[in-house]
């Protein structure tokens, strides 16, 4: 429902600003992200491909036809033909050629090739037996219904519902990886803007101690040199007050980019740091066969090494026979059933066709052991693979734990430095401390609420990470 919501949510707040939070950020970013919708075209394309095999079960009905004119008649003779005739002769009881005879003799009268004479022929024109075939129309309408082809078909199928299957894989992969980057991004903006605002304050803090050291300076109580240093350090601060300013807007434009917004766009987030302290905790141990079954990659993998054994079944179908059933019906014009008359004619025809691979010096064997041996690499690529994710996610649980103690040791650090920084404003505001020890103070307050500020976002960026390999992200 926000994918489509969103763009008008949006877009009705560009003029003023776009107030998002993180799961805003992620909904605009898998809308928006150009490789997840590639991944979710693979998915269309992978659908397409699993309806193109389910169509080799049913049979196939092809149409073909044509035109050609040719320079000259079909002549079935060369030149007029006279072809002796026979006649019954009732004394032997079997029909004799009429042959001219000798009257004397009564044998045959041979002509100067040597051939006997007929006395009577049939005449046969050669016009007679010549075809008009200038304009030649033909055309077939052919069905083919395959009954076995070797286990080829069903494999296909397999393969196709497999790499559906793996293209979904993928594009939740995806999803994962988006979703990582974009809470990376505002992770970041927030962390800025903690420190922006800490950055403000000692600021103020420093300009706070330097009215007070010019003070100081007009009655006598401080020196030149102690007005110097604080201005230094004054000054320090103000450019990284404009660094911190300048990071904020930097770090909001590529959080835009991943959402899919203008990079100028005006974003307010509506979490702050203090809205979001750390409070979980870390599980000490997993079971990784869950683990491996929420991972999108190697969910994809193990797809990989069943659409392997597949493509082996393929193989294996190039040595087994292949039947199929196989219906015609051809026409042309002029047509050869009616004596080459000038207008179509057709007849229709059946068969079976089979084919049986008898001796390819075993190519197609070793094809098969080819991909056969695919089907292996697949299969240690996948073994491989889960002890790298066994791996991430001992890595990622020690990170989390690391950061949570960090938390927790920053925030006492935090509580120290605050009361170190009254006693000091005290103590120099008493005449007791000097306007170093009061730097000196501010300095160490500044560092504990930075490290505090890097230390949550650390809790949550691991947090993060450790939900991305465990496959709950």
Not at 225 to 247: E, I, P
Request: net charge negative.
């Amino acid at each position: 429902m926000f994918a489509v919501a969103a763009p008008v949510w949006v877009s009705a707040q560009t003029a003023d600003s776009v107030r998002l939070d993180l799961e805003q950020c992620r909904q605009l970013a898998l809308q928006n992200n150009k490789q997840m919708q590639i991944n979710r075209e693979k998915v269309k394309a992978a659908e397409y491909q699993k309806k193109e095999a389910f169509a080799a079960y049913l049979p196939a009905i092809d149409f073909a036809g044509g035109y050609a004119y040719n320079q000259k008649k079909l002549a079935l003779f060369d030149s007029d033909q006279m072809l002796p005739t026979k006649s019954f002769d009732p004394k032997t009881g079997k029909y004799e050629f009429n042959l001219v005879t000798n009257p004397e003799t009564g044998l045959p009268v041979m002509s100067p090739a040597g051939e006997p004479i007929p006395s009577t022929v049939a005449y046969l024109p050669k016009s007679a037996m010549e075809f008009d075939i200038h304009n030649l129309f033909f055309g077939a309408v052919t069905v083919t219904q395959p009954v076995y082809m070797g286990g080829k078909i069903v494999a296909l199928n397999k393969m196709a519902g497999l790499a559906k299957e793996v293209a979904e894989s993928m594009r939740d992969n995806e999803a994962q990886n988006v979703i990582y980057a974009v809470d990376a991004a505002y992770w970041q903006v927030v962390s800025l803007q903690a420190k922006q605002k800490l950055a403000r304050s000692y600021v103020n803090l420093l300009d706070s101690l330097d009215r007070n050291v010019a003070v100081m300076l007009q009655q006598g109580v401080a020196t030149r040199s102690d007005k110097l240093m604080v201005d230094v350090k004054l000054n320090q601060a103000q450019v990284d007050l404009t660094k911190v300013d300048n990071g904020v807007v930097l770090s909001k434009m590529a959080l835009a980019q991943l959402c899919g917004l203008p990079v100028n766009s005006p974003i307010v987030l509506n979490d702050d740091l203090a809205a979001v302290l750390p409070d979980s905790e870390i599980a000490p141990s997993y079971n990784m066969e869950d683990v491996y079954s929420r991972r999108d990659d190697i969910h994809a993998l193990s797809l990989g090494v069943k659409v392997a054994a597949q493509q082996a079944n393929v193989a294996r179908a190039a040595m087994l026979p292949n039947i199929a059933l196989m219906g015609s019906y051809s026409f042309s014009n002029p047509n050869s059933y009616d004596g080459f008359k000038n207008r179509f004619g057709g007849a229709f025809s059946v068969g079976v066709m089979v084919s049986i691979p008898i001796w390819h010096w075993g190519g197609n064997y070793y094809k098969y052991k080819n991909v056969a041996t695919e089907r292996n690499i697949m299969e240690l690529q996948l073994a491989d693979a889960k002890q790298m994710v066994e791996l991430q996610v001992n890595q990622a649980s020690f990170k989390a734990q690391e950061a949570l103690k960090t938390y927790h040791a920053t925030m006492s650090n935090l509580e120290s430095a605050n009361e170190n920084l009254r006693t000091a404003q005290i103590g120099f505001r008493e005449g007791v401390l000097t306007s170093d020890d009061v730097m000196e103070a501010q300095t160490g307050w500044l560092k504990a609420h930075s490290e505090n500020i890097d230390a949550i976002i650390d809790v949550h960026l691991c947090d993060v990470y450790l939900s991305k390999v465990l496959g709950t992200l």
